[in-house]
T-cell receptor, first 112, second 115 residues
Framework: GENVEQHPSTLSVQEGDSAVIKCTYSDSASNYFPWYKQELGKRPQLIIDIRSNVGEKKDQRIAVTLNKTAKHFSLHITETQPEDSAVYFCAAGYNQGGKLIFGQGTELSVKP | DVKVTQSSRYLVKRTGEKVFLECVQDMDHENMFWYRQDPGLGLRLIYFSYDVKMKEKGDIPEGYSVSREKKERFSLILESASTNQTSMYLC??????????????FGEGSWLTVV
């Protein structure tokens, strides 16, 4: 069945450093790849997404890259801040708004 | 602002009880989803619905059923709760029309403990 693998499961960085989270997906029909951030005790919220016709997308300090051939996509956070500390989930789906298959999550800790 | 409301934030139920988790969205979204969240396993799809009275199994439907009698409401039912169903349950909704902004929105989650 469809599968999304996410690494690493935990990531600790110093404030100001960059953080990278990587995901791979199995279903070649997937064409929509969102990233969600979940702060402690709160709901997951969309932070950035990318469609398969785009290789890279950037929004201020966060960026996502997609390699369709290798079925890899990654989240890059630059100049990390303590408020970036959260669990991050990648997901893959077919068409925006349809069901999403999620990765296992990465717990990011940014140390001041 | 999209609002997905889950009726109960915290529940404690006994093994064998029938459990109802209710979810209501106020954005006239066609699509609704139930996910289960467990540490190290991420969010796993239990059931989803793309229309009223329609339902499809996700990756882990065993032990669960759902009901979608009205467009705005999607209920998750545990016919006979078991301890391995202790988890956080997340409801979500979205619109299928595509385009910017039609993403999946989550509720606050329901923490279910089965004892």
């Amino acid at each position: 069945g469809e599968n999304v693998e996410q690494h690493p499961s935990t990531l600790s960085v110093q404030e100001g450093d960059s953080a990278v989270i990587k995901c791979t997906y199995s279903d070649s029909a997937s064409n929509y790849f969102p990233w969600y951030k979940q702060e402690l005790g709160k709901r997951p919220q969309l932070i950035i997404d990318i469609r398969s016709n785009v290789g890279e997308k950037k929004d201020q300090r966060i960026a996502v890259t997609l390699n369709k051939t290798a079925k890899h996509f990654s989240l890059h956070i630059t100049e990390t801040q303590p408020e970036d500390s959260a669990v991050y989930f990648c997901a893959a789906g077919y068409n925006q708004g349809g069901k999403l298959i999620f990765g296992q999550g990465t717990e990011l800790s940014v140390k001041p | 602002d999209v609002k997905v409301t889950q009726s109960s934030r915290y529940l404690v139920k006994r093994t064998g009880e029938k459990v109802f988790l209710e979810c209501v969205q106020d954005m006239d979204h066609e699509n609704m989803f139930w996910y289960r969240q467990d540490p190290g396993l991420g969010l796993r799809l239990i059931y989803f619905s793309y229309d009223v009275k329609m339902k499809e199994k996700g990756d882990i439907p065993e032990g669960y059923s759902v009901s979608r009698e009205k467009k705005e409401r999607f209920s998750l039912i545990l016919e006979s709760a078991s301890t391995n169903q202790t988890s956080m349950y997340l409801c979500a909704s979205s619109s299928p029309t595509g385009g910017a902004g039609n993403t999946i929105y989550f509720g606050e989650g329901s923490w279910l403990t089965v004892v």
